[in-house]
């Protein structure tokens, strides 16, 4: 059975930093794209970066460009967002995505299979 589990999320100050993270099971992240999306109420699913399965070649939408990081560790099921300066403009509920592949741009949610529960991310002062 294929799970998704973010946790990480929380209130932080803008200018903060917060580290999500996404274990998943029932499938191994070297045959998986991986990516993390974000909804702010009121708003479209928008999708934030991902990481491709093997080659963990990376994609980042423009307005987090710098300031995200997404990376993996095959070993122990989990892929990160490493999340700086963060501003209000980047509060929403973040969710986990992953597909089968071996190359992901974009990302966009129609690509993705599995999903995570979401974690809030709330930035203020």
């Known amino acids: 059975q294929v799970q998704l589990v973010e946790s990480g999320g929380g209130l932080v100050q803008p200018g903060g930093s917060l580290r999500l993270s996404c274990v998943v099971s029932?499938?191994?992240?070297?045959?998986?794209?991986m990516a993390w999306f974000r909804q702010a109420p009121g708003k479209e699913r928008e999708g934030v970066s991902c990481?491709?399965?093997?080659?963990?070649?990376?994609d980042y939408t423009d307005s987090v460009k710098g300031r995200f990081t997404i990376s993996k560790d095959n070993a122990r099921n989990t892929v990160y967002l490493q999340m700086n300066s963060l501003g209000p403009e980047d509060a929403a509920v973040y969710y986990c995505?992953?597909?089968?592949?071996?190359?992901?741009?974009?990302?966009?949610?129609?690509?993705?299979?599995?999903w995570g529960q979401g974690t809030q991310v709330t930035v203020s002062s």
């Open positions: 029932g499938f191994t992240l070297n045959t998986y794209n």
């Open positions: 995505a992953a597909s089968y592949g071996s190359y992901c741009s974009g990302p966009v949610p129609w690509e993705f299979d599995y």
């Open positions: 990481i491709s399965s093997i080659d963990e070649i990376t």
